[in-house]
């Protein structure tokens, strides 16, 4: 969803509710997830003293392998965010988010934060016990004879 910005940047106290889906056909570009529902987005963009901010959650279900024993499980996630947006910047900064042409492309930017968020291994429970390195047994479900 690209989000005009122009009005806000020029009139302090202006603001925008957000409010838009991520939809399968463009989730299905993201590599190593599977998305079990659309990415939800609400917040708003605002103008105060001047200087405009971009505040909003997400909420979303992945499927996932848990990385012990192989267990396919949903999960849900919400996550908050907030930026400061500026018009232009000289040279590198990661603290802002440039609008190019006073626009922003609210899906890039959201898909981007919570990606970042997502945890780099996926548990079924903090305490998995994993397979087997011999049987492949699920641990979780009780012991195997290998081990013994």
Do not use: W
């Not at 993201?30 to 990415?39: D, E, L, N």
């Not at 979303?60 to 947006?85: A, G």
């Not at 979780?140 to 004879?145: A, F, I, R, V």
Request: charged share 25%; proline share 2%; hydrophobic share 35%.
């Amino acid at each position: 969803m690209k989000i005009n910005l122009k009005q806000i940047f020029s009139i302090v106290g202006d603001s925008r509710d957000i409010s838009c889906e991520i939809g399968a056909d463009e989730l299905s570009d993201v590599r190593g997830y599977t998305f079990g529902s659309p990415v939800s987005i609400n917040g708003r963009v605002y103008n105060r003293a001047g200087v405009v901010y971009l505040e909003y959650s997400v909420d979303f279900t992945l499927n996932i392998i848990c990385d012990r024993c192989l267990k396919e499980l949903e999960r849900e996630y919400h996550f908050d965010f907030d930026h400061i947006v500026v018009p232009s910047i000289n040279g590198e900064n990661d603290d802002y988010i440039v609008a190019d042409g006073e626009s922003i492309d609210l899906n890039e930017i959201a898909l981007t934060d919570l990606l970042l968020q997502l945890p780099t291994k996926n548990l079924c429970k903090d305490d998995c016990k994993g397979l087997c390195m011999v049987c492949g047994q699920d641990l979780n479900l009780g012991e195997c004879d290998c081990l013994n």
